[in-house]
């Protein structure tokens, strides 16, 4: 199976066969990373269609690491993601100028009968949110997605150095966290 350098290669000469392999090699993964960082499965699937969308429209841009385009479409899903988030920011700015809706019904016993995958979700999501967004990047890419320093370096498009010490403070602030949620759920009646 050829790698990925050479599937890049064979799709930007005309090959759109060897595009459709890369997806199938990657878009779980990307997936994977855009629901984590999502939240939302429904939207990771959106994410993935306009990552491989970039990554076609911009395929002469792509950089490899060591043969594995991986890196770059994290990097390119990263920024999908950011411009999603200042969309929904504007989108619910817009939304605050308008009048309240009037009020709805309790929906109380609905929210008691979710998951508890949404529940363990939720809570590593706010242990996540108290980090800075960078040593969040940082964390979700070599912890979750298993890259290495050099390829998150690459995702992020900033030195290793910065890699390894993000990291390092990201584990640090996300262990104090998690210890803070335990101590609050503990003392909850």
Known sequence: ???????????????????????DR??????????????????????????????WRRRDD????????LPWLYGTARRTLQN?????????RALDRLPPPPA??????????RLDDERELARIRAALDRLRPPD????????????TYAE???ALGVPVGTVRSRLSRARARLEATADAL????????
């Open 62 to 69: 792509v950089e490899l690491v060591d043969g594995n385009a």
């Open 136 to 147: 969040r990047d940082v964390l979700v890419l070599c912890v979750w997605q298993g890259l």
């Open 152 to 154: 998150a370096a690459v």
């Open 104 to 113: 709805s019904p309790d929906h109380a016993e609905a929210v008691t009968d």
């Open 26 to 55: 990657h878009a779980e993964a990307v997936r994977a990373f855009c629901a984590r960082r999502s939240g939302s499965l429904d939207a990771a699937d959106d994410l993935v269609s306009i990552v491989f969308l970039e990554a």
């Open 84 to 92: 999603r988030w200042r969309t929904a920011l504007r989108h619910r």
């Open 182 to 189: 335990t101590a609050q759920r503990l003392e909850m009646p």
């Open 1 to 23: 199976m050829s790698d990925d350098g050479e599937l890049w290669r064979r799709a930007r000469a005309g090959e759109p066969e060897c595009f459709g392999m890369l997806f």
